[in-house]
């Protein structure tokens, strides 16, 4: 796999149902032991931050870039999380709290549906800085934790995490993957007239902000649940299609409270569509 890969496959990569490894704690937390960062990791996460914002510049939706409030903190380098969680915690009531790295659904999804988000502990090298094997505090901090400030965003999740557990209950975790997959990593969003990115795996990666706005590879469709469920996507290049929605507000009004048992059961049998050839 060349650069530019940005988040495994959660699905394919995800440890099958296992005890946490020794030193986590039965939902798969460790202590974060912010002072056992070295000076190189906080540097890597200082660069990548600097570039980052600055190719960003007004290409994330406005709610990202408000939310980045809560990442500037009392120092540079890798947020400490008790001190951004108390910053976090009293906007929307979510906290991060730090995973060694991919934890089993059912862990990630109760995480998520108690408004906790899991961080893996450890950042990419120098050397590495376009390559992602798993997510890292990186992807998960920068890429997730500002809009997780946006109370619509911030319940948005909550919702996906009970939609989780639910699908793992029923075996319909790779349609609610798609979900996940299409909205909180890879989502596009309209805003006064501008396609603007909201997905953490796109805000996170230097190489997929242009090309996701820019290029004319991609398909660029609007939000439809019943056509998201049905997409199947690559993890290991940058997407063939992205959806698009009108607002948070929206993508949480067709979410949240909804049952989405009956569609999964409409869509048994019906092919999978591919995003590149929608
Ligand atoms: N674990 N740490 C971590 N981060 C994830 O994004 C993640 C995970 N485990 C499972 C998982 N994602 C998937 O089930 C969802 O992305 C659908
Ligand atoms: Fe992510």
Same mark, same amino acid.
């Given at each position: 796999?060349?650069? =530019?890969? +940005?988040?495994?496959?959660?699905? !394919?990569? &995800? ?6 490894? $020794? %030193?986590?704690?039965? @939902? ?53 999380? =008790?001190? +951004?969680?108390?910053?976090?915690? !009293?906007? &929307? ?6 995973? $060694? %790295?991919?934890?089993? @659904? ?173």
């Amino acid at each position: 796999m060349q650069a =530019d890969q +940005l988040i495994a496959d959660p699905i !394919a990569e &995800t440890p099958a149902r296992s005890a946490p490894p $020794p %030193g986590a704690a039965a @939902d798969w937390t460790i202590p974060q032991h912010w002072e056992r960062f070295t000076a190189e990791e906080h540097r890597v996460w200082d660069i990548l931050f600097a570039r980052q914002q600055e190719l960003l510049g007004t290409r994330a939706v406005r709610a990202f870039h408000e939310g980045l409030d809560v990442l500037r903190l009392s120092k540079p380098g890798i947020p400490d999380l =008790d001190e +951004l969680n108390e910053r976090l915690f !009293a906007r &929307t009531g979510w906290t991060v709290v730090s995973v $060694p %790295g991919l934890v089993p @659904d059912d862990i990630f999804f109760d995480h998520l549906s108690n408004r906790r988000f899991p961080a893996g502990n450890f950042i990419r090298s120098a050397e590495q800085l376009d390559y992602l094997e798993e997510p890292d505090v990186f992807h998960d901090v920068f890429g997730h934790v500002p809009l997780l400030a946006q109370p619509a965003v911030a319940d948005f999740m909550q919702a996906i995490g009970g939609h989780g557990l639910h699908a793992l209950e029923v075996g319909a975790l790779h349609r609610l993957a798609r979900l996940y997959w299409y909205t909180v990593e890879f989502g596009l969003a309209r805003e006064d007239g501008a396609l603007k990115i909201y997905g953490a795996g796109i805000l996170s990666s230097f190489g997929e902000t242009r090309y996701s706005l820019e290029s004319d590879v991609p398909h660029r469709p609007a939000f439809d649940m019943r056509r998201v469920l049905r997409t199947a996507y690559c993890s290991s290049e940058f997407q063939k299609s992205y959806f698009v929605i009108d607002s948070f507000e929206d993508l949480l009004d067709r979410t949240v409270g909804d049952d989405l048992a009956p569609l999964y059961e409409a869509l048994d049998g019906v092919p999978d569509l591919d995003p590149a050839f929608p």
